[in-house]
Nanobody, 121 residues
Framework: QVQLVESGGGLVQAGGSLRLSCAASGSIFRINAMAWYRQAPGEQRELVAAITAEGSTNYGDSVKGRFTISRDHAKNTVYLQMNSLKPEDTAVYYC???????????????WGQGTQVTVSS
């Protein structure tokens, strides 16, 4: 009943920028936190950035200072602004939302379908 739709991925040259979006739809009572993860071929999924309902942010060491996570509560949307992109940023990026669908259910994680980001050298 909850669907996350990602957009904004693509091919970009090193040093360029991309802005990813992830919009949630369906029955949502409250979103507790939003995050972006990425997974490169042959590697484990890693946290890129996260933002809590209170607005606190957390970034992976490899992207700190280059990426910025933000959200629009009214639109149930989370964004990831990626600047100064490097070839090592190439991966499939997944959005993650921790949310409650109703006031009486336990919060759990929902995942987007993933969007490919490729940075050429």
């Amino acid at each position: 009943q909850v669907q996350l739709v990602e957009s904004g991925g693509g091919l970009v040259q090193a040093g360029g920028s991309l802005r990813l979006s992830c919009a949630a739809s369906g029955s949502i009572f409250r979103i507790n936190a939003m995050a972006w993860y990425r997974q490169a071929p042959g590697e484990q999924r890693e946290l890129v950035a996260a933002i809590t309902a209170e607005g606190s942010t957390n970034y992976g060491d490899s992207v700190k200072g280059r990426f910025t996570i933000s959200r629009d509560h009214a639109k149930n949307t989370v964004y990831l602004q990626m600047n100064s992109l490097k070839p090592e940023d190439t991966a499939v990026y997944y959005c993650n939302l921790n949310l409650r669908r109703t006031s009486y259910t336990t919060p759990r994680d929902y995942w987007g379908q993933g969007t490919q980001v490729t940075v050429s050298s």
